[in-house]
Structures are given as C-alpha cells and as structure tokens.
C-alpha cells in the first residue's frame, strides 16, 4: 500500500513483521502482559490448563484491587497470584508495600515505554500511550495465551488524530480535556480505534496529564490513546525505564479516520456527571453537595496530582460534612509526598490518606459509599453503583477540583474557594 | 452452530460490565457460580428468573468498561445463549469469542419477554412474537475459525497459534 503510518499501524507493523495498515489482523509480540488481583486467578486456571511453560520475562503480576486484603475471599486470591509467582519463579510479582495501583507500578517500575506493544488483562492498560506505548486491555483468556506464547492477534485499529494547540489554563489539566473529548464523541465515540494526539500544544501538556488522557481512551470506547514521545516523555521515563525502546512517529501522509481539534487554553475545569464520563459539564455549572471526595486511582494518583491537591487545600479544612479520602497510587509516589511535606499537609487539613491500592475506585473497599451519596472521585468511571451503593454517585474531576470540593463541600473550582 | 430460541431481556445503551457483574463479587471463590450476581444492582431478581437459552438484547456498546472476563463468562453461566447489541465493547467482543458466548451485532426490534430465533449460519433472527426478521453479519474469517475452533486456547494447544 503506497500510504503513511499512525503510530498504532507502526507499531503493530513492528511488533508483528508484517507491513500492516488498520482492518488487517496480525499476529503480534507482547512486550509485557499484566494481570492483577481480580484477572489473575482466571488467567492462572486457564494457564495451568495449557500445560506450558510461561514466558516468564514477559509477565507482570501486580495485586492491587483489593490489596492490602479486604476479607478472606481477597485472601484467598491474592494468594493464588502469590503462589502463581512462586510455582513458576516470575520475578515480577510486587509484593504489598512494594507495589501500588497496577498501571503506576507499570510506569514507576519502568515496564511501560515509548514503543513496546503492552497488553494487560485491565481495561485502562491504555494508560501507556501517555508514554508512546500501544498498550490496550484483553481478557484473562487472553493474558493466558500471552503468558504461553507471548504472542496475541490484534486488528489493527483505525486511528482518530487530535490536534492540540494552545496550552492549558491554570487549574486545568489532562482530565478536563479527557472529560472535554468524551463528552463530545461519546462512550463509544473511539470503539475498535486508537486516538492519536498530535500538534504544537503537546510540549505544554506534562506526561503526568498525557497519561491522565490516555488512561481514559477506554471511556471513549478506544483501544489506544497515544501520545508521540518527545523530551518530556525521555525525561519522564529516563530514571524508571527497563531495556531498550524504540520511538515510532506518524508518517505525514498517514490516514485518520476522524480528526478532532482542541485548543487547550479554551478547555474549561469539567465533572462529569453520573452515570457516564460522557456526561461533562463545565464545573462552573455544578451545584452539588457533596460527601466524599476522592483523589487517587491510575487517573489522577500521581505525585504530580497530589501537588495540585495539596496547593489547593494548604491552610484550609476539609468540610466538615466532606470526608476527604487521599490514596497515592504507589508507593513511590506515596513516599515522594511524604518527602515533599504533601501527607502532613493532607493530614492537616483533615483527609484520610492511606497507602495505595485501587480500593474504592471500583468500589473494592477504603470509602464505599452508602445510599444517596454522593463523592467527586479523581477516577475514571462513574457508573451506577461504581464506588458503592447503587443509589450513591459519582462525578468525575481533577484533582484542583477535587481538593477544592473537599473543602467547600460541594462540587467547585479553587478560583470560586476565594469566595467561601 | 445451532438454531437458539429464547425469550428476550431487553436492556438499552452502555450496559456497563459493572452493571453485568458488580466489582465486589469477583473473587476467585465466586468463579463458578457467577450467575448469581449478573445484573443485581439495575435488575435484581433477574439472575433467578433466567431461563436456559434465554437471550440479551440491548442497544449501543454493550459491555462497555471493565476488561473483566467474568462479565461473558456470568452470562453464560446463567444460561444466556446469546446477546444481540447494535454495537458491542471491544475488550468484551474478544472476551465473548474466548470464553464461547454468541454476540450478533444486529439492530432489531424486540420488546422485553418476546420469544426469539436465532440461525447463525443464515445470519437471521426472527422476533416470534411480532412476526418481524433481522439480518446479521457473520463474523469475518479469522473470527469464524477462532469461534468455531472454541477459543484462542484450543488453537494455542492444537499449534495452531
Ligand atoms: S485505580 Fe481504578 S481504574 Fe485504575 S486499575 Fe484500579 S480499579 Fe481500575
């Protein structure tokens, strides 16, 4: 074919031999497969019922949704990846304490890079892109075929370009333009698609919100959100990253299936509204009371999310009807706050703040919401019953306007805490 | 494949895997029994009152969200023989054809309890009660083989992978 490359037509091209363009099917190898606490054990069975020897390099095991163990049943299951780890001697098992939510421990640990073809058996293993992966989410089935062969059939994807000109506005980051893009394509607006982002506003975005971005491709239905390395991204990954890696750019004349264009300076602070991330408005047209916020989550767990918060919430109190619950999203990061004065402070105001684990993003344990409430969550989803009750909700934001919400009690940018 | 027949739960856009089998029930002591749970918090009640055979239809994107393989393999578990979206999830669609539950991607018009007929191999599902016929698509080639071979599983143990 006498036509460019997206980046996800390069790298399945690479990783697979095969001169690939979207619809075709390939057959491709993994650089890296992950499975945690709640995929694990079906991919274990399944595994163990193919009477092979695993690709032991390839694998990561990372107990992170219901770690430290919520009850017996989590036991038990953490236990079963424990002793997966063990029977076969796969080194990159994290352990409790050495661990944290498992795409922060991908990146922290340097398995995530610019280039590698990463699967996991997560749906936000898209979170990678941030970096210039093509990462993306199977089933457990499916990891067990990895941890077999350490190859996996892919359909390579039809890519939407995003143009981004312009840099953010103080207070506004890679979740509001997230919110901002889902809202207007929709839940499945990128089914089956990669989202390419490209153009000058890019080396104004930090990498810390480019994985924020990519992190949320699955709420548009995508398969990949990929983000072209640059300074940034060697900077970024320069002390974390593992082996060699190769960075793949878009040829010129490569082919988009939609393009879509934002100017960051004119993405506004947005929440998206139960029970879709579809659902964005502008925070500035919320009003709701809120009883729980929530910062934390492969989203927005970040040391550089923690910042954010702790800059808002400095010689402030949390609300008193508001519990404010702070999760690090590794325990590096959770060591670098605590470095930095950030838990102190968090403490101070009158947060919880624990060490990480996913625990009340999916509604795991650690601030499961009760009937009628309500919590604004640094997460990702905010589907019915997603952190709890069935009658309870969730609204979506970044971390300022999360902080921000934790003190005012209801849903608020911190330019309008000025006014409290 | 078969000629199915069943009688119709009708659900609409975005059914979420949360939705299909809430987070707290996937733990590895729940993984043979997970019909118990599938859809307890927007219709409870309907894990009990699922027949064998019986079939899902619904709208846009269905089994958006999670990579949870547990969300095909609780439907299956409760007997559902197939589900019939106009659009499915992509970590879904691929969890489905592993784990061997039937997704036709067809639009068609079904009310809540109508008995249907699905003929895979003619592409057709017919409405019983209303009278009414749809066509759909048949897998494209690889997918076919990887259906009918019952999983990426069996053609990694046969070689074929
Ligand atoms: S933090 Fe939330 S979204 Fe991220 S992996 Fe954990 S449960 Fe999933």
């Known amino acids: ?420 | 494949m078969d000629v199915l027949k069943g009688k119709a739960w009708c659900f609409g856009d975005h059914v979420d895997t949360d939705q299909i089998i809430p987070a707290e029930r996937l733990v590895a002591e729940n993984l043979d029994h997970l019909n118990e749970f599938i859809f307890e918090k927007v219709r409870p009640g309907m894990a009990q009152a699922v027949q064998k055979g019986d079939i899902i239809v619904a709208g846009r994107n269905f089994g958006c969200g999670s990579s949870r393989e547990h969300a095909p393999r609780s439907l299956l578990q409760a007997g559902i023989s197939c589900v019939v979206a106009e659009s499915f999830a992509r970590i879904f669609f691929r969890n489905s054809l592993n784990v061997g539950l039937l997704l036709i991607e067809c639009s068609a018009d079904v009310s809540e309890g109508d008995l249907l007929e699905v003929r895979p191999k003619e592409g057709k599902l017919i409405n019983l009660s209303n009278g009414m016929e749809f066509d759909f698509q048949q897998y494209p080639e690889f997918i076919s083989e990887l259906v009918s071979s019952g999983g990426l599983l069996e053609l990694i143990r046969e070689g074929r992978f």
């Open chain 1, 1 to 420: 074919m006498d036509r460019g490359k997206t980046i996800a037509e390069k790298i399945l091209s690479a990783k697979s031999g095969v001169d690939a363009y979207s619809g075709q099917i390939v057959k491709a190898n993994v650089d890296y497969v992950m499975v945690n606490d709640v995929t694990g054990p079906i991919a274990f069975r399944e595994f163990e019922g193919l009477s092979m020897e695993p690709q032991k390099d390839k694998i990561v095991l990372i107990p992170d949704h219901y770690v430290p163990n919520k009850d017996v049943a989590s036991a038990e299951q953490a236990k079963e990846m424990r002793e997966f780890a063990r029977r076969w001697q796969i080194a990159n098992y994290f352990e409790v304490g050495r661990s944290g939510v498992c795409h922060q421990l991908m990146i922290d640990e340097g398995f995530a890079a610019p280039g590698r073809l990463i699967v996991g058996a997560d749906s936000h293993t898209c979170t990678y892109g941030g970096l210039g992966a093509f990462s993306t989410g199977v089933g457990s089935t499916e990891a067990a075929a990895v941890f077999a062969t350490g190859r996996l059939w892919f359909k390579v994807p039809e890519s939407i370009k995003v143009e981004l000109t312009g840099s953010f506005r103080k207070g506004v980051g890679g979740k509001d333009l997230a919110i901002r893009m889902i809202t207007d394509i929709g839940v499945d607006g990128a089914t089956y698609k990669a989202i390419e982002f490209s153009g000058e506003g890019l080396a104004s975005i930090s990498v810390s919100d480019r994985l924020t971005v990519a992190n949320m491709a699955i709420e548009a239905g995508g398969k990949a959100g990929i983000f072209p390395c640059d300074e940034l991204t060697e900077e970024y990954i320069k002390d974390r990253v593992r082996g060699k890696y190769e960075r793949y750019y878009a040829d010129e004349d490569a082919e988009y299936c939609q393009m879509l264009h934002y100017d960051l300076g004119e993405i506004e602070p947005m929440v998206a509204f139960p029970h879709l991330p579809e659902n964005g408005r502008p925070v500035r047209e919320a009003d709701v009371a809120i009883d729980q916020a929530w910062l934390g989550s492969c989203t927005n767990g970040r040391i550089e999310d923690l910042r954010i918060a702790a800059e808002v919430i400095k010689g402030r109190k949390v609300h008193p009807n508001v519990r404010f619950i702070v999760v690090p999203a590794s325990m590096t990061v959770y060591r670098q706050a605590l470095d930095e004065g950030l838990i102190s402070l968090f403490i101070e105001a009158g947060a919880f703040v624990s060490g990480p684990t996913c625990g009340a993003c999916l509604g795991g344990h650690m601030g499961i919401l009760a009937a009628g409430e309500r919590c604004v969550a640094s997460t990702n989803r905010n589907f019915i019953g997603r952190m709890g009750h069935k009658d309870s909700e969730v609204y979506l934001a970044g971390p300022a306007v999360v902080a921000a919400s934790a003190v005012a009690g209801r849903i608020i940018t911190p330019d309008n805490l000025e006014e409290i």
